[in-house]
């Protein structure tokens, strides 16, 4: 009789081995749901309407910065609005870090052309001399 009560309490104090994968599997499978609902949203950017050109895709194997100016004047690094001013700190400081990166001007068609000179000019004063203006491709039929 006291040979069973130590073998079943013995049993009772040994830790579990197993791993409950239940509500592991659970929560991964509610984080893919909201990332792949929210992945899109995401990638939306700067509204603009870019003007239709005959132009071709520029060849290049880095990784462009691109400077958005909307129809409202404002301006954007990327996806971040930046004041006019602060412009040319902000890409001498990101020039520090590479002088010879590609920089891309996205800028509203209903936008005057002396304000996309005046935004190409901070660029180059910042140190850029790869400035580029992005336009949509013209789609033949």
């Known amino acids: 009789m006291n040979v069973e009560n130590k073998n079943t309490?013995?049993?009772q104090n040994k830790p579990m081995s197993e791993i409950n994968v239940t509500p592991l599997v659970d929560v991964m499978l509610v984080l893919l749901i909201i990332f792949m609902i929210t992945a899109p949203l995401m990638t939306s950017g700067v509204s603009v309407d870019l003007p239709v050109t005959d132009s071709e895709a520029i060849p290049g194997q880095?990784?462009?910065l691109t400077i958005t100016i909307n129809k409202n004047k404002e301006i954007?690094?990327?996806d971040s609005i930046i004041k006019a001013e602060a412009?040319?700190?902000k890409l001498k400081a990101i020039a520090n870090l590479n002088k010879e990166s590609r920089i891309f001007i996205r800028a509203d068609e209903l936008l005057p052309y002396g304000e996309?000179?005046?935004l190409m000019s901070r660029i180059k004063k910042a140190g850029y001399n790869?400035?580029?203006l992005?336009?949509?491709q013209k789609i033949e039929k």
């Open 87 to 89: 412009l040319e700190i």
């Open 130 to 132: 790869k400035v580029a």
């Open 62 to 64: 880095d990784e462009p």
């Open 9 to 11: 309490r013995g049993f």
């Open 116 to 118: 996309v000179m005046v």
């Open 134 to 136: 992005l336009t949509k």
């Open 76 to 78: 954007f690094i990327g």
